[in-house]
Every structure is written in structure tokens, then in C-alpha cells.
């Protein structure tokens, strides 16, 4: 039996208060709103990959260690500036991280997930782009 395709990604966060996400990620980041479900949006990050971000009441909504949203761009510390200009604090200015082969920043949304920018340093980081594609059909 083969495998099944998996299309596009989403990642989910449950936030307190929308709004001032929905700000921080399709202002700020200037993410395109692919869908908007009221309580949720959906917003387009690349060609399949999504960030969904829903407000919840009566669930915790507090930021796991666990998840980090990373933004990959070529242009780090331009983003640094953006934001920066915007009045966004940065836990971590860019820095160089050579035991991932990295150049990256970190920072927190309003909801106080952590959000990483990084450039991978190795131009062939994408390692699954050589690999065949399998169909399900």
C-alpha cells in the first residue's frame, strides 16, 4: 500500500483575544487571509503552508515550551528592523547558530507564542525536495 500525500500544513495556535494577533500576523507580517472562520483565521504563509490562529474561552490558552512558529526568509535582519520600527520586542536580536547552521531571531506574538525568523545557512537545506513524490492513486 502507498503511502498517501499530505498536501499542505497548518499550524494552529489557540489565543485569549484575536484581534490583536490577527494584527500581529496579517498586518505586521503582511500574511495573506486565506480563510476566516470568525473565531478563526487562516492566514497563507507559503504555497501549502498555513498558520491558523483561533480565539478559545474556557480552554487554557497559554503557550506551550513546545511550539515555536518559524518563519523562513532569506532576509533576517531586514526583518528585524521592520519589526523593531513597529515597536515588536525581540527576546534574541539576530544571531549566528552554528550548531543548527543558522542565522536566526526570536520574539513573541501577543498571545506570547514564540516566533522564530530564520535563514538556513546551507542552500540545500530542503532535503525532501530530492526525493520522489508519491501519489496515493
Known sequence: MKRPRLAEH???LYV???EPVVR???ELFGLPLALDQGTCR????AAQSYLGVCQRHGVDTSPK???IVTFVSPEVDEWYAYLSAQGVHFEQPPR????YGI????????????????RFLASDWDQSARLPQVDAH
Open 24 to 26: 500581529f500576523y496579517g
Open 16 to 18: 485569549p483575544q484575536l
Open 65 to 67: 515550551h513546545g511550539v
Open 103 to 118: 542565522y536566526h531571531c526570536f520574539l513573541r506574538d501577543p498571545a506570547g507564542y514564540l516566533v522564530e525568523i530564520q
Open 42 to 45: 487562516i492566514y497563507r504563509i
Open 96 to 99: 549566528l547558530n552554528t550548531a
Open 10 to 12: 497548518i499550524t494552529f
